[in-house]
């Protein structure tokens, strides 16, 4: 399993940012669950890194993809409506 994940950010006026991150709560599925539930929940985007807190109002934000291992969500519980499975074509 790779220790490193990525997360695009897409913003609202076309433009993106793309970063790379440690695996975060490794081993442990409850602090993984609370920090997505927080992710759904939450008006900021709150990012940690080279010497800077970056915050990112959820409202300037198109979308947003995160890399994982399907075993880190063994056991996390996702919105009802959420499509698994799923395998971009183009």
């Known amino acids: 399993m790779s220790q490193l994940r ?45 010497g800077r807190l970056t915050v990112f109002p959820m409202e300037n934000v198109k979308s947003v993809q995160l890399s994982s291992e399907d075993s880190e969500l063994d056991g996390i519980r996702v919105p009802a409506h959420t499509i698994m499975g799923v395998r971009q074509l183009s």
Do not use: C
Request: charged content about 25%; hydrophobic content about 40%; cysteine-free.
């Open 6 to 50: 990525f997360l695009t950010i897409e913003f609202m006026d076309g433009t993106s940012a793309r970063y790379s991150f440690p695996v975060q709560a490794a081993g442990n599925r409850a602090v993984r669950q609370v920090k997505l539930d927080s992710f759904f929940r939450d008006r900021y985007l709150i990012l940690h890194g080279e």
